[in-house]
């Protein structure tokens, strides 16, 4: 750091250059954030210096937080639910594991998840030291049943479920795990981080949510299809005993306990979620769905028209193209054509997220692109 400031404009002349170095959502197709919605970036700019931390001095921004989760524990039909707003899945999913840990005696805890669950359950076995034990995928890319059956035993403490899966959209057997869920008393963590503002507002019906009788937990993000800003994650738990397992006292701050895994928390972004989330109503995000969901079938139409598989028959805004250098095709899309697209792990096909910054006629570019890519 200098030891003279630099005056407003010569640091708003940086930072403008700075911004051009960033990739302009346009043409991002791998991405599960988006712009937030403008109501939510004058939300958060409104409470930007509110801290959920030490909620006792922001009352006004905690009593948002409770309606936030009150509205998402409606929307996953709950009912007593309990929660809290996290930096986004991977906090939340590192909760539920947490809780799941706290809750039972086994010194070698193990966590069944699908092989599709996201990354960050690695993180969880490393930073909470429980085994993460995988179960294999069926042909539609969905768990395996009786895989993910066989990997429960006497130190499982805990099962999860993907409802929309990072790769492929792909929403899991929850009514299944449920089922094995109630059968061996355990808890069962809901990781809808991204669905869980994309399922409720699809015109089919999936059932994942607290409907089910053995679903414990639920993450869902406001920053990813809930437009809401960085960094905004809910977590619920179906009732009070899951989260008062977390609880740690704060002696000096304004409340006496805290359950969160951050200390500070922003209450912007609190705010921008209220906001948006009461400013767009569920019709407002059956909009949002709609409008990615044709994206997403004029994706589908345009690959088949230039001999192009999806892996499967997307569920949500999400594909997974089968091509055969898929890695080459994304480093020729990108470095010749500009766009940002990402590879699936197993089978490498192009995976594409129809995001609501993408428009119409970007899409039809794309597929343009894509077209001379496979043939270069
Ligand atoms: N869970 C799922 C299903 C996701 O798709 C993601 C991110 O894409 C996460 C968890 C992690 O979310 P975050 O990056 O907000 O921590």
Redesign the pocket.
């Known amino acids: 750091m200098k030891n003279s400031g630099l005056t407003e404009s010569q640091l708003f002349d940086i930072l403008k250059e700075i911004k051009k170095k960033d990739t302009n959502y346009s043409r991002v197709l791998s991405a ?2 988006t712009h937030p919605h403008r109501i939510a970036v004058e939300a958060h700019m409104m409470f930007i210096e509110s801290n959920m931390g030490d909620s006792g001095l922001f009352p006004g921004t905690n009593e948002m937080e409770h309606c936030v989760i009150d509205m998402l524990s409606d929307l996953m039909h709950g009912q007593g639910v309990h929660g809290h707003m996290t ?7 590192i909760q539920a594991l947490r809780s799941m840990r706290n809750f039972s005696e086994s010194s070698r805890p193990n966590v069944v998840v699908p092989e599709s ?2 990354f ?1 359950f690695d993180k969880i076995a490393d930073v909470l030291r429980i085994e993460i034990r995988k179960a294999s995928m069926d042909q539609e890319f969905k768990v395996d049943i009786e895989s993910f059956e066989s990997l429960i035993d006497e130190n499982t403490v805990g099962l999860v479920g ?1 409802a ?3 790769e492929f959209g792909q929403i899991d057997p929850i009514e299944d795990i449920s089922g094995l869920a109630v059968e061996n008393s355990l808890p069962l963590h809901v ?5 869980g503002f994309v399922i409720p507002f699809l015109k089919k019906d999936y059932s994942f949510d607290f409907s089910l009788d053995g679903v414990t937990s639920i ?1 869902l ?1 406001p ?2 299809m809930g437009l809401g800003t ?2 905004a ?1 809910v977590l619920l738990f179906r009732g009070e005993e899951y989260l008062s397992n977390l609880q740690t006292d704060t002696p000096y701050l304004t409340t006496q306990t805290q359950h969160s895994l951050t200390g500070t928390r922003s209450g912007g972004a609190v705010a921008a979620t209220y906001a948006v989330m009461n400013y767009l109503g569920k019709d407002g995000y059956i909009e949002v769905v709609d409008y990615c969901m044709d994206l997403t079938e004029k994706l589908v139409e345009g690959s088949y028209r230039i001999g192009i598989e999806p892996l499967i028959e997307p569920v949500m805004n999400v594909v997974a193209l089968r091509i055969p250098d898929a890695d080459l095709v994304r480093k020729i899309l990108r470095e010749k054509y500009g766009w940002m697209v990402s590879i699936t792990r197993d089978p490498r096909c192009l995976r594409l997220v129809m995001m609501p910054h993408l428009t119409i006629a970007n899409l039809e570019l794309f597929l343009q692109d894509l077209e001379k890519a496979v043939k270069d």
């Open positions: 599960m954030c930096t986004g899945g991977t906090e939340s999913n669950a996201h960050s993907v929309g899966s990072t990781d809808a981080a991204f669905g993450a993000d920053h990813k960085i960094p994650g």
